[in-house]
């Protein structure tokens, strides 16, 4: 007779929010039931807040709309884009968890070649629990991989690594392309699967993409703030590059790490092109001045913290940026309001959950 096994529990159950911004009933849920439903989920309704966002049963989840973003944040909601999915990191500020997972509702369970689906919320957590080496480049990539180590020249004074910040995931189908690139390659689709997970060395800044998203709430979370992008803003679609950029050079700072890589989710729908550059066209031109700055960033000694370099970075941004566009004061005030909300909901007082959002269990 067969032993009864014992249930094991899903790796940081109690440690873990998913955060998903929307603006659509979450049918895509069904299909990451497997994964997701032990898990809380935190949804961040875009848009018109008197629209029942419908949340497929059996899913432990609060949903906040934008009369809840206001009402919570008060005159610090003005930090908040509207309709723009960089509203998800309101999201990231009531969560109370270490960690967050965050995913676009246009992406669904992706299959590895042999045809097994992908939790790819387990590979985030096998990335931010297992360190970081961005200090020294491993040519077989993650050594803390299973069938993977250090090669033969790699200091052993550098293997016990960093702690990793940031996990990166990546995506099949529609891959997340500029609009321009869109529009010169409609039919193109990502079809590589490449097995492996790397760190982003020291002093390289990349592209982040904030739909396949893990991170390490305590160790980066005030510097994870997608900006002011969408509605009454010059620009939008650049909310995750800028909190990437933001991010990835405060990493370096303090010594952590960011991971790129597995895994992959299948992207299943790709957006207007000629939407997406009448939002990009002006971060397109600016990117060339925003990128250089971001590469010399030097922080002072005393920005000992995520958020005394995210406030130091801020006065950067408002005194290098601002000849660019004046948009980018506006911005430079936005991330201190951003860094004011977060201490205020995240203080020692403000430990419990929000009051009043639509809860369900």
């Not at 249930?7 to 997701?36: G, S």
């Not at 990437?244 to 989710?265: E, F, Q």
Request: glycine content about 6%.
């Amino acid at each position: 007779m067969s032993t009864p096994v014992t249930p094991v529990a899903p790796p940081l159950k109690d440690e873990l929010d998913i955060v998903i911004p929307t603006i659509r009933n979450l049918d895509f849920l069904e299909m990451w039931r497997p994964f997701f439903q032990p898990y809380h989920l935190i949804i961040v309704q875009d848009g018109d807040p008197t629209k029942i966002i419908k949340v497929p049963e059996g899913f432990d989840y609060e949903l906040y709309n934008r009369n809840d973003i206001n009402r919570i944040l008060g005159p610090k909601a003005s930090c908040i884009s509207f309709k723009d999915s960089a509203c998800r990191c309101f999201g990231f500020i009531v969560s109370k968890k270490k960690y967050i997972y965050t995913i676009d509702d246009d992406c669904f369970v992706a299959k590895d070649p042999t045809g097994k689906d992908i939790n790819a919320l387990q590979q985030h957590i096998h990335n931010l629990l297992t360190p970081s080496t961005p200090f020294f480049f491993n040519t077989l990539y993650d050594p803390y991989r299973e069938g993977a180590d250090f090669v033969r020249g790699y200091p052993f004074s550098m293997r016990e690594g960093v702690p990793t910040a940031i996990s990166h995931g990546l995506w099949l189908n529609i891959p997340d392309y500029d609009a321009p690139t869109q529009l010169v390659k409609p039919r193109e689709r990502n079809t590589r699967y490449v097995d492996a997970v790397m760190t982003i060395p020291k002093g390289t800044i990349f592209p982040m993409c904030g739909m396949n998203l893990g991170f390490d709430r305590e160790l980066i979370g005030p510097a994870m703030y997608f900006g002011l992008m969408g509605d009454g803003q010059p620009i939008g679609r650049y909310d995750d590059m800028w909190a990437g950029w933001c991010a990835k050079v405060i990493c370096d700072h303090l010594s952590l790490g960011v991971k790129t890589g597995l895994p992959y989710i299948w992207h299943s729908k790709a957006s207007n092109p000629f939407v997406n550059l009448k939002k990009e066209y002006k971060g397109i031109y600016w990117q060339e001045e925003i990128i250089p700055f971001f590469q010399s960033v030097t922080f002072s000694k005393e920005s000992t913290t995520v958020q005394k370099c995210y406030i130091e970075l801020s006065k950067m941004v408002k005194e290098k940026l601002s000849p660019v566009d004046p948009y980018f004061q506006k911005l430079a005030d936005a991330m201190l309001t951003w860094i004011e909300a977060w201490e205020e909901l995240n203080s020692p007082a403000k430990s419990a959950p929000a009051a009043n959002a639509d809860t369900k269990k």
